[in-house]
């Protein structure tokens, strides 16, 4: 029989619980940067179409609501993003437990607890980052009307 040459993490067994903390860490990780790209796209294309909608710009958008649609658009985003936040948060919380408190096969999981730790501080800082650019993407629709010009 050949020795067992894979990594350590490829030993790990894929059950239910570990395909969880993946997704956590996903989001914990591409929340809140893929919550701001959504904010910018809607934002921008709802924006350019209410008050360009044809060959000539107009002084106000075509509906009356288009700052409430932002304001709401924003909202959700930002709520979405500290949810990310929040996730990550959590993950780094239950990586420092597990560091204080190791398990009795510490070998094997020493460098996925690594791992894991890693991955829950940049999940943290993207997030503060990324609630941030939501937060002034949002302020946007407080100090620029939508339909100004630029010039």
């Known amino acids: 029989m050949l020795p067992d040459t894979e990594p350590l993490a490829f030993n790990l067994p894929a059950s239910g619980a570990s395909r969880m903390s993946a ?9 809140a940067p893929l919550l ?10 709802l924006a350019a179409y209410a008050c360009y909608p044809h060959q000539a710009p107009l002084a106000a ?14 909202l959700i985003c930002l709520i979405g993003a500290l949810l ?9 919380r239950q990586a420092e437990q597990e560091r204080k408190f ?11 607890q690594g791992r894991r730790r890693f991955l829950a501080r940049l999940g943290m800082m993207s ?4 609630i941030i650019a939501t937060l002034f993407t949002g302020c946007a629709i407080i100090f620029v009307s939508p339909c100004s010009s630029w010039f």
């Not at 701001?36 to 294309?45: C, T």
């Not at 958008?61 to 304001?71: C, D, E, G, K, Q």
């Open 23 to 31: 997704m956590r860490t996903l989001t914990a990780l591409f929340g």
């Open 36 to 45: 701001w790209v959504v904010q910018m796209s809607l934002s921008e294309a």
């Open 61 to 74: 958008p075509v509906w009356s609501s288009l700052v409430l649609m932002l304001a709401g658009i924003s």
């Open 84 to 92: 990310s936040g929040f996730t990550a948060w959590s993950l780094w």
């Open 102 to 112: 190791p398990g009795t096969d510490k070998n094997r999981l020493a460098d996925a």
């Open 127 to 130: 997030s503060l980052l990324f």
